[in-house]
């Protein structure tokens, strides 16, 4: 049997485990990148470690998300990766240089290659067929010291594209497509691969818009082959050298097939408050708007810019809306001024941005109360924006350029013609924003700096004999890190500081769950499906450890968030029968009985609701490695015990 493009890269960078779909497997990993949200916590579980010398052949820490410095917080973080990265070995994308996974995309991403990133986002480098996988700090941390990455190995997808787009229909309505069909659960536990005819019809930035949302079906990545459009792109991003062919083998075989016809989208919109929520955007015309956000990593290329401006060109926006741009990279920002390009948005009316995250994660540009932002980004989760009952569309590049100009929801197949973007066959290089660090002989002279935003790390304890604790929260399917852990302006400040994120945690679902947590010393908390979608923050583990947090029940959990857990020695659990889940109400007493023999070497567990008598079987999932790490209270301790 022939292999799929993820298979072919797993056998070449698999170290331990059988390619067999379910298993656990264990990876080598060639490049790492960490962004500042999580980036702190990544490095000072690093240098806990105690290892000299990053192992990758490339690691890269970014400065992206937590740029608007409205206190002393952030700029310290900045320092302290910046210093601690170059005494180990990592090279430093200084603030200003652009999103993560939109700089590893133009600089550094190789076909065929590993990459893990301390962001959920991180598989956007699978445009260019690497593939590339979103993972906790703590498993960014490992792999940077030369460990290994576990995954469980992952169902096959296929997703044949035939066709080719009309003109105002872009990449991003091919993965709104795709997120229609799917759902956000629907790429749990796989690799989703793009082939057919339509393939060469999509630029490297186009493709990397499609695998970089599909974080958003819950898949574990998401790769196109490399072909010769991506041969293309690296040539003119002066990288010709990094090319290699990909592509499945003909005989192949996926878990499922699914064709998108790509001559037959539409524009789409991801309407409140889920990215899979799709409707047409001829279903929502004329729907009055008052914001409008481009950027962020899944549509911030030169060619989503140029696209924007060729559409603002000569016009004014709406002056009921206010519309952002945030360019991805200092290659697009500096290659669109110029051009001139930029002069066109400036004129129009935008409001430019720096080349950051922005308000993708809610820093800065939160919505008017109750107003409807439409945005290039690849998440409206409820709150997300930093405005609690803003209502989020997100939309392609086009959509929203057409629609800041009229005011209403605009479909822009309606604007007529075409738009036509040349794109340049070579790249501006300058890599001047990208510190090296300094040569392993002069790590010593590199002085660590560290502010006092900084506080340690919360570390796990081995699971109780006997688990009797309350139902501190109950909450329902699909809650996402967001909800967890929400981020936005005030709050990211304090990634690195868990006891001041600690008040926060949970607050968008119920704003007393801090307080009632702390007072009752943690509990057990009870989700419906995909509980944990979203971001990689493992935050949203770290802080309800903190917080006492002992195990999570849930119908299912999200890939990142479950491995989180484990790293941090909270016990996640599914239950056996999911309508058990309405036997259970917050306050509640539980008990599970024999809970760390349970852990250390069952399958099964009781959960035995003591206040109405009704009892719930649990299944505990666990590989022999994973049972060790909840057994030592988390990886930190288990690392420590010498164990990888
Ligand atoms: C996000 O888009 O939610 C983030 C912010 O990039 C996160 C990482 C984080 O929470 O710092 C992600 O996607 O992993
Ligand atoms: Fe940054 Fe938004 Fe991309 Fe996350 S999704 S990395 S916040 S641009």
Redesign the pocket.
């Known amino acids: 049997m022939g292999y799929t493009i993820a298979q072919k890269i797993i056998k070449e960078h698999l170290v331990c485990g059988e390619m067999v779909k379910g298993k656990e497997i264990g990876l080598k990993i060639d490049q790492t990148l960490t962004?500042d949200?999580t980036g702190t916590m990544a490095y000072l579980q690093f240098e806990a470690m105690g290892i000299e010398r990053v192992k990758t052949e490339l690691s890269v820490a970014y400065i992206?998300?937590n740029t608007l410095q409205a206190g002393f917080e952030n700029a310290d973080d900045h320092r302290y990766i910046q210093t601690v990265t170059k005494k180990h070995g990592i090279r430093f994308s200084r603030p200003g240089n652009g999103?993560?996974?939109q700089v590893h995309l133009e600089r550094f991403s190789k076909p065929g290659k590993t990459l893990i990133g301390s962001?959920?986002?991180t598989p956007?480098a699978g445009g260019i067929g690497m593939l590339g996988m979103g993972a906790g700090g703590l498993d960014v941390a490992v792999a940077m010291g030369g460990g290994t990455y576990y995954i469980t190995m992952p169902k096959m997808i296929k997703i044949e594209l035939v066709g080719q787009l009309n003109p105002y229909v872009g990449a991003k309505d091919v993965i709104l497509e795709v997120l229609r069909i799917l759902g956000v659960k629907g790429g749990v536990g796989a690799i989703v691969e793009y082939g057919g005819e339509g393939v060469k019809t999509l630029s490297v930035p186009q493709r990397a818009t499609i695998t970089?949302m599909g974080?958003e079906l819950g898949a574990t990545s998401s790769i196109f082959p490399a072909d010769e459009v991506t041969k293309a792109f690296l040539k003119a991003e002066g990288r010709e050298g990094d090319f290699v062919e990909l592509s499945s083998d003909l005989d192949a075989e996926y878990d499922a097939v699914y064709t998108v016809n790509l001559s037959q989208l539409q524009p789409l919109a991801a309407c409140p408050h889920s990215p899979d929520n799709v409707k047409p955007v001829s279903a929502l015309s004329g729907m009055p708007i008052n914001q409008v956000c481009i950027?962020?990593?899944?549509n911030?290329s030169m060619q989503d810019m140029l696209t924007v401006a060729a559409i603002l060109k000569g016009k004014t926006v709406h002056p009921n809306v206010s519309l952002s741009i945030s360019p991805g990279s200092k290659q697009v920002y500096s290659m669109l001024a110029e051009c001139g390009a930029l002069a066109d948005l400036i004129n129009a009316g935008a409001r430019i941005l720096e080349c950051?995250?922005?308000p993708?994660?809610g820093?800065g540009f939160s919505p008017q109360s109750a107003g409807v932002s439409l945005r290039t980004?690849?998440?409206n989760f409820l709150a997300r924006s930093g405005t609690a009952d803003a209502q989020v569309y997100l939309v392609s590049p086009e959509t929203a350029a057409a629609s800041a100009i009229t005011g209403v929801f605009t479909d822009p197949t309606t604007l007529g013609g075409a738009v036509q973007v040349e794109m340049p066959t070579a790249f501006k290089i300058n890599d001047n924003l990208i510190e090296l660090p300094v040569a392993a002989e002069l790590s010593d002279t590199i002085c660590v700096e560290r502010g006092p935003n900084i506080k340690p790390i919360p570390v796990g304890k081995a699971p109780d004999k006997d688990l009797s604790c309350e139902l501190i929260l109950k909450v329902g399917d699909d809650i996402t890190t967001d909800h967890i852990m929400p981020?936005g302006t005030k709050v990211l400040p304090y990634r690195s500081n868990v006891p001041k994120l600690s008040e926060f945690c949970f607050t968008v679902c119920d704003k007393d769950f801090p307080v009632r947590a702390k007072a009752k010393g943690g509990g057990v908390i009870l989700g419906g499906a995909n509980y944990g979608q979203g971001?990689s923050r493992e935050h949203a583990a770290l802080v309800p450890l903190y917080l006492g947090i002992k195990a999570v029940v849930a119908k299912s959990f999200a890939r990142i968030h479950v491995a989180n857990l484990i790293n941090f020695g909270i016990v996640p659990m599914t239950l056996e029968n999911p309508d058990d889940y309405e036997h259970f109400a917050q306050g509640d007493c539980l008990e599970i009985q024999g809970f760390a023999a349970a852990v250390a070497r069952e399958t099964q567990a009781t959960l035995v609701n003591k206040t109405n008598g009704k009892t719930a079987k649990l299944r505990l999932d666990f590989s022999a490695r994973q049972r060790d790490i909840l057994l030592a209270g988390g990886r930190l301790n288990y690392t420590k015990q010498g164990k990888e």
Not at 295 to 298: I, N, R
């Open positions: 962004q949200a992206d998300h999103i993560c996974h962001d959920s986002h956007t970089n974080a950027g962020s990593c899944t911030s950051a995250c922005g993708c994660i820093m980004f690849n998440r981020a971001s």
